[in-house]
């Protein structure tokens, strides 16, 4: 009963809906520390569209957004506790100062060492609508998705339960 208001809320503040599937292969997925770098979005938009066979959890934040900074832990654990299951998380930082790019690899390495990571440049906010058609560019934002569901968070997490709960349902039969 205690999940229901987070239920509720994560209902009003999620876009869900089906996506298409696509055959283009998974772009370059870099590393805590080694992210891959894209400079337009068409590079790395294959990574929104794979199969059904993999659940993926593709996080927007940047190194500025404190409530971003605060949930990579909590990706970080996801990843640990579904070592092994068919889960892909990817950060995808939105920083696009040269000084901040480069603090990427230390933040990550400390506080995210196994999740993949890119950094992705394009400043055309035009992208952001090819992926979610109502988002304004908010952070954080993350896309959950495998096969035929979908879900988006304009929000972060602010706990590891609401994370949890948002990742669940992409493993229902």
């Known amino acids: ?7 509720l809320l994560s209902l009003f503040l999620c876009t869900c809906g089906p996506a298409p599937e696509s055959n283009a292969p998974l772009p370059k997925l870099g590393s805590a520390d080694a992210p891959a770098r894209y400079d337009t ?13 993999t659940a993926y959890v593709i996080n927007f934040w940047a190194t500025w957004c404190k409530p971003c900074r605060e949930e990579i832990p909590l990706l970080e654990k996801l990843a640990q506790e579904h070592k092994g299951d068919p889960l892909r998380i990817v ?3 939105l920083d696009t100062e040269e000084s901040a790019i480069e603090r990427i690899p230390a933040f990550l390495t400390q506080n995210a060492p196994s ?4 950094i992705l440049t394009d400043e055309d906010p035009a992208w952001g609508k090819t992926i979610d058609r109502v988002w304004t560019g908010s952070l954080p934002t993350t896309i959950l998705y495998r096969g035929q569901r979908r879900y ?10 609401d994370l949890k709960g948002a990742v669940d349902p992409l493993f229902l039969k």
């Open 115 to 118: 999740l993949n990571a890119v």
């Open 152 to 161: 988006v968070y304009r929000r972060n997490f602010p706990t590891y339960v």
């Open 1 to 7: 009963m205690r999940l229901l208001p987070s239920l």
């Open 41 to 53: 979005f068409a590079e790395l938009e294959p990574l929104f569209y794979q199969g059904a066979d």
């Open 91 to 93: 950060l995808v930082s």
